[in-house]
């Protein structure tokens, strides 16, 4: 665009890549499409409309610029934003874009739109007023994937299943403490999303290149017009800083990480025979057509890789950038986008998987004692009726070598009897009787028996439920209470505008 609201001047400067921030002497060349994040900044189309409108209109309200000419520029703003990004001119960015077509529709006074700042402290202002409702939607599909985690865990407090550690059968658990375990972790991932939010939300505009100045702006009002809480003070800091941007990745990453692990529990019990995968989570072979594939599943899992890999992405293009702006900086957002957009659908697609998936509590049952599993329960009560932990733990393990999987809890009590004789000179019911041991050997005894804090017994886990269920509303309210905020900020924001316009 040549800037001077002459069409067809206009129309012959766009075809040889002139912009109104360009002109002549940076247009063309092989490196511009290089240079363009154009595409890429269809995310952060609206985000540049509103930071455009609010620091216009603190131009007007400082009387940096007049009301007549702002007012030419919210209503361009208007049109630009009823037309849309496809429809937005050449540019080497979404801010140079907006800018030329704003003064293609009002003339040079167009142009005063950028007085007192800068594309740098725009463009971080913009990831930011986008990347806090990506936290938001984040957390809330994270709360979604809570109350599913939660609801499957609740009915499933007394289904005992095998517990693994190394991937060998460890303790019988049941699928409620496990659901309930990754609740939990989940709820980590969640206040993870909402830390990154508060540091998220605060204003870089008004820092314009990185040093400040000359205009009297009021940085505090275009904060508060577009819904940040506080202004980033150092005017270098706000426009470099994408720590926010490493922080927000960092949960996602995390939350990655959390899903992954859920997911290879779930494949695994599936492949047990333990829980069944509704279809719609499931896909088949193209040759095998017996198959039920969890693939939904195996793909969240691999989600983590490319959420680590923004993360790192991320990491390694901001390490060693020096203040202020540098160019390289364009390249770090999109690994937030990406971080945001598959870890948020994974996050959904499990929560979908969880509340759909059907226990088979029998099939559980069947397999949770396996592989001597109800040892330290023996363990437990002997040292519980006076013999050293370390002495009980010796003896159980010398039986347990006598002991098959298939073993009978009566066959059991022999080789444990016989454990006892040998070592202790004395017979097991010394210690325990025969039907609290029978009792202890038995997944469903076992499991009852540990009902510490946070342990598996049914009682204990609808305990960790109630706790995990208030977290899940103190942790739902602070999003509605973030998403209220906004809406308010809006409401006078675009009442603000309209006063103008
Ligand atoms: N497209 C750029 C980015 O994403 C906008 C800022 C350009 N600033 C500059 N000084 N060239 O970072």
Redesign the pocket.
């Known amino acids: 665009m040549s800037g001077n609201g002459d069409g067809a001047a206009g129309d012959d400067a766009a075809a040889s890549g002139e912009t109104v921030i360009r002109r002549e002497r940076f247009a063309g060349g092989p490196a511009r499409s290089f240079m363009s ?1 154009l595409d890429a ?1 269809a995310r952060i189309f609206a985000a540049d409309l509103a930071v455009d409108r609010a620091h216009t209109l603190m131009l007007a309200e400082q009387g940096i610029v007049a009301d007549d000419d702002a007012a030419a520029i919210l209503g361009a703003l208007g049109s630009v934003e009823a037309a849309g990004h496809d429809a937005l001119p050449e540019g ?4 140079e874009a907006i800018e030329s077509a704003v003064v293609a529709e009002v003339g040079p006074a167009g142009g005063k739109m950028h007085t007192a700042r ?3 402290d ?2 971080a202002t913009c ?1 930011r007023y986008r990347f806090r409702e990506d936290l938001l939607d984040a957390a809330e599909a994270s709360l979604d994937l809570r109350a599913a985690l939660l609801d499957a865990a609740a009915e499933q407090t007394d289904t005992v299943v095998p517990g693994f550690t190394h991937r060998q059968h460890a303790q019988p658990t049941t699928v409620g403490h496990l659901l309930a375990s990754y609740a939990g972790a989940v709820a980590r991932d969640t206040e993870r999303l909402l830390a990154a939010y508060e540091r998220t939300n605060r204003s870089p505009l008004g820092a314009a ?1 990185f040093a400040g100045t000359t205009f009297d702006v009021d940085r505090e009002r275009t904060a508060e017009l577009l819904g940040f809480h506080e202004v980033v003070e150092n005017a270098a800091d706000a426009v470099t800083a994408r720590d926010f941007l490493l922080e927000g990745c960092g949960a996602f990453a995390a939350l990655s990480t959390t899903l992954s692990g859920l997911a290879t529990d779930l494949i695994e019990g599936a492949k047990d025979g333990h829980v069944d995968l509704d279809d719609a989570y499931a896909s088949t072979s193209s040759i095998m057509p017996q198959k039920k594939n969890p693939d939904s599943l195996e793909l969240v899992r691999a989600v983590a890789g490319d959420a680590a890999g923004d993360l790192t992405g991320l990491l390694t293009t901001l390490k060693g950038l020096p203040r202020a ?1 540098n ?1 390289d ?2 390249r770090a ?1 999109p690994h937030a986008w990406d971080a945001v957009d598959i870890t948020t659908e994974a996050t959904e697609v499990t929560a979908g998987a969880v509340a759909t998936a059907e226990w088979d509590a029998a099939a559980c049952a069947a397999d949770a004692g396996a592989g001597f599993s109800t040892a330290t329960g023996v363990a437990d009560a002997l040292a519980a009726a006076g013999l050293p932990f370390r002495s009980a733990h010796e003896l159980v393990a010398v039986a347990a070598t006598e002991i098959d999987d298939d073993a009978t809890v009566d066959e059991q009590i022999d080789a444990l009897d016989a454990a006892a004789t040998a070592s202790l000179d004395d017979s097991l019911s010394a210690y325990v009787d025969q039907s609290t041991l029978a009792d202890l050997l038995s997944p469903a005894g076992s499991v009852a028996a540990r009902d510490s804090r946070g342990g598996p017994a049914a009682a204990a886990v609808d305990e960790s439920l109630t706790r995990l269920r208030d977290s899940h509303a103190d942790h739902a309210a602070a999003v509605d209470a973030h998403r209220e905020a906004l809406a308010t900020a809006e409401d006078r924001f675009t009442a603000a505008v309209n006063e103008y316009v």
């Not at 080497?92 to 801010?95: A, C, K, M, N, S």
């Open positions: 994040s900044d080497e960015d979404v801010h800068s594309r740098n725009e463009v990831i290149a702006y160019r900086l364009q957002t």
